[in-house]
């Protein structure tokens, strides 16, 4: 049994002007371990899918299910992290971590719970920083500490939108290494968004790209067959990771209508 299945989701908005559909007749498996990158332009709905399966909202029709039970509403089950760090200015590093593991695992022993927010801090690189509070963290450590408080839920679906989108290219970079590193150690289901072709590629088992709305609905799902771990100065020499880059891109722009540009105009777009 799949652990997350969307079947024939469909979801809109009521707008001054009238109904506007979002997405439509989505179909989506996510099996076990898996990491998975639904692909899009933004505004194509991409983040409105992780809200309905982070329980956020409702679908107007079809059916999200979590291990064969439909979700309703939010859960610790589904970690969430969101393009803003969201963490508390008032804790550090540790406190804004543990706040996460005492949510969850409040019957465990206190000894118990600081070890896993401990490792968990160790497991993102910040154990110098464990101290310090968000104005003292760069853009990116405070993405870490997003990721490590996530995972500090245990969840059995780690759900990340667009997390990396705000930040610098290198720090990007550096942070897109941390999660895969991080994922092959953990082996968390993952569902990520992103626009970011190359970031898709880089971090996916499969790539299910997502049609420009309205009414966006996902296109076939493309595996990723190129080995890991995937280091951005090796993978831009493989000829896999070239075809898969245009398969997608090619994708994207012929249901755009011919006017997306290459692969790296999703970033912009």
Known sequence: MALLKLRGVHKGFQTPKGPHPVLRGIDLVVEESEFVCVLGYSGSGKTTLLSLIAGLM????????????????PGPDRGIVFQNYSLLPW?????????????????????????????????????????????????????????????????????????????DALTRATLQSELARIWMEDRKTVLMITNDVEEAILLADRVVPLTPGPGATLGPEIPIRIARPRLPRHVNRDPEYHRIRQAIADFLVTQRGGNGGPPQALKAA
């Open 91 to 167: 804790m550090t590093v540790l406190e804004n971590v543990n706040l996460a593991v005492e949510a969850v695992d409040s019957q465990r022993p206190p000894a118990e719970r600081v070890a896993r927010g401990e490792h968990l801090i160790r497991l993102v690189n910040l154990w110098d920083a464990r101290h310090k509070r968000p104005h003292e963290l760069s853009g990116g450590m405070r993405q870490r500490v997003a990721v490590a408080r996530g995972l500090a839920m245990d969840p059995k679906v780690l759900l990340l939108d667009e997390p990396f989108s705000a930040l």
């Open 58 to 73: 409702e679908p107007d029709a079809g059916e999200i299910l979590l291990e064969g039970r439909p979700i309703q509403g």
